[in-house]
């Protein structure tokens, strides 16, 4: 971890390649996303396998197929308040990495390192490898018809996925956000056939789980509980809403494609939810759907006869799309962090030529492969789904904190604090009836959390390290950049200054 004043005294070696770089015009994020690529961006990290796999979580506790819907619709229009609130701070906060820009600068620099620290540490790398193991089972399965894929070779073809979509990634903006727009464009088209069938069965007289006398027939008696955990369930299926806020300096004209990225995303997604959810209830009971480990599979083989193929296909694009776009943002979190004197300064670099940033891409790959080397991901993702929900929450509620704290800031869009409000009442709902349901598991995540606030103080506010420390980060950096032919961005300040305002605006945050 290093600080602002760090990247100040960087090796005279890399003060020259980035003065040289300032000289000539200076080397920066390209503005590449457009708004068609931003609506990739939200939608294809929404929209991964789960909707595909397994909708299921959220009818298992609604406990009939007319509260589960009505669950869809609600947890859509909460999303969509949330995503308001993150358009108005992102373009009051114009800065790449999303919410932990926003916290840090609201809350200040611990608050900001802690929502970093949990990204890095956990949520990225568990996430990506999980979404990449999906991919790889879809792509297995059929090879392996009488039994499951071997274990090694999962994991052998999610790496080779994740190293793949890293050397696109790291190759230009443009080839990564084409793969995105692709991709999502696919499982669209596939969620499309998904509604399209529906709507032919529901023209066959297949609505019988749609009519409200049976919709609401519950098939267990229904619990506040459990309905909760539906509520819950729901808002996890919309996890991803807020990356486009982690690339805003790379989107074409932010103050206009920002919002407007997220106001065509949000209902896009909902609309496709509750509809894809009604089509497979036209083909399958809710005992059936329960009982199915692959929804999306099985209402294929019951539909689509010698054509069931295309639903797994469209599992494994849905995912290799996934694990793009999380690739793509994520890199672009801890390249900000590093910006801010939170991260290594090499993180904060990109390439002389693509303008890329090349190191926060493999620090993002490498950890994911390492997190595929271990057998308990999907237990650490129990435990910090909890946290990521937190700053959800967090982050909304520093709309309100900067409201009052600067009225007078400039604000391209201002809305109603009555949708901060409504959200926070939400947030909190499903927050304490998670610390009341799983109160073990809660209290683990944030275990893990506040493990970064002896990491903060000695890697970060510790500014007088030692000098041999000092020397040996700047000559591991300066060969990162020989390595990888990075430089610091010209927004930042180049690399001799390594941007003595970001400096500044750290011992500030503390």
């Given at each position: 971890m290093t600080e602002g004043p760090r990247q100040r005294s960087s090796t005279a070696g890399s003060a020259k390649d980035a003065a040289a770089q300032k000289e000539s015009g200076g080397v920066a994020l390209k503005k590449e996303i457009g708004l068609v690529s931003a609506c990739g961006i939200i939608v294809g990290n929404i929209i991964g396998s789960g909707i595909f796999v397994s909708p299921k979580g959220v009818l298992e506790n609604g406990s009939s197929v007319g509260v589960a819907l009505i669950v869809w619709i609600i947890t859509g229009l909460i999303t969509a308040i949330g995503a308001l609130c993150y358009a108005e701070l992102g373009v009051t906060i114009p800065k790449s990495g999303g919410d932990y820009s926003y916290v840090?600068?609201?809350?200040?620099?611990?608050?900001?390192?802690?929502?970093?620290?949990?990204?890095?540490?956990?949520?990225?790398?568990?996430?990506?490898?999980?979404?990449?193991?999906?991919?790889?089972?879809?792509?297995?399965?059929?090879?392996?018809?009488?039994?499951?894929?071997?274990?090694?070779?999962?994991?052998?073809?999610?790496?080779?996925?994740?190293?793949?979509?890293?050397?696109?990634?790291?190759?230009?903006?443009?080839?990564?956000?084409?793969?995105?727009?692709?991709?999502?464009?696919?499982?669209?088209?596939?969620?499309?056939?998904?509604?399209?069938?529906?709507?032919?069965?529901?023209?066959?007289?297949?609505?019988y789980w749609l009519e409200?006398?049976?919709?609401?027939?519950p098939f267990q008696d229904y619990d506040v509980g459990l309905i909760a955990l539906a509520f819950l369930q729901g808002s996890f299926a919309y996890g991803g809403w807020n990356f486009l806020n982690y690339v805003t300096e790379e989107l074409v004209d932010p103050y206009v494609n920002l919002p407007r990225a997220i106001f065509i995303s949000i209902p896009l997604v909902t609309f496709v939810y509750v509809f894809a959810n009604i089509a497979y209830v036209t083909a399958m009971s809710p005992q059936e759907l329960l009982a199915s480990n692959a929804v999306a599979v099985t209402f294929g083989e019951k539909l689509l006869g010698v054509m069931a193929w295309i639903m797994p296909i469209s599992v494994a694009l849905s995912t290799f799309g996934g694990v793009n776009g999380s690739l793509f943002t994520s890199s672009r979190l801890f390249f900000a962090g590093a910006r801010e004197g939170h991260l290594p300064s090499l993180l904060a670099m990109i390439h002389v030529k693509r303008c890329t940033p090349i190191p926060a891409l493999l620090f993002t790959c490498l950890s994911t492969l390492l997190m595929l080397c271990t057998s308990d991901m999907y237990t650490l993702i129990n435990y910090v789904g909890f946290i990521n929900y937190l700053f959800y929450g967090v982050t909304v509620a520093g709309?309100?904190?900067?409201?009052?704290?600067?009225?007078?800031?400039?604000?391209?869009?201002?809305?109603?604090?009555?949708?901060?409000?409504?959200?926070?009442?939400?947030?909190?709902?499903?927050?304490?009836?998670?610390?009341?349901?799983?109160?073990?598991v809660c209290g683990i995540g944030l275990a893990i959390m506040l493990t970064g606030v002896p990491v903060y103080f000695l890697g970060v506010y510790w500014e007088n390290k030692p000098?041999?420390?000092?020397?040996?980060?700047?000559?591991?950096?300066?060969?990162?950049?020989k390595m990888c032919v990075v430089v610091y961005p010209a927004e930042s300040g180049g690399g001799s200054s390594g941007g003595g305002e970001k400096g500044e605006e750290m011992k500030e945050g503390r």
């Open positions: 840090k600068d609201i809350f200040g620099g611990l608050a900001g390192f802690l929502r970093l620290w949990i990204a890095v540490l956990v949520i990225y790398p568990t996430n990506q490898a999980v979404i990449a193991l999906t991919f790889s089972n879809y792509v297995l399965q059929p090879l392996f018809p009488t039994c499951f894929p071997p274990e090694i070779g999962l994991r052998l073809l999610a790496a080779i996925c994740l190293l793949l979509l890293t050397w696109v990634n790291c190759s230009s903006v443009r080839w990564a956000t084409r793969v995105q727009d692709i991709f999502t464009a696919g499982k669209l088209l596939a969620l499309a056939l998904i509604i399209i069938m529906g709507i032919v069965q529901i023209g066959k007289g297949e609505y409200p006398v049976n919709a609401f027939e709309q309100i904190v900067l409201r009052v704290k600067q009225p007078n800031l400039h604000r391209p869009i201002k809305i109603s604090l009555i949708w901060p409000v409504i959200y926070l009442i939400f947030w909190a709902f499903l927050l304490i009836f998670s610390l009341y349901s799983e109160p073990l000098q041999c420390f000092d020397s040996f980060v700047d000559k591991m950096t300066y060969l990162g950049q």
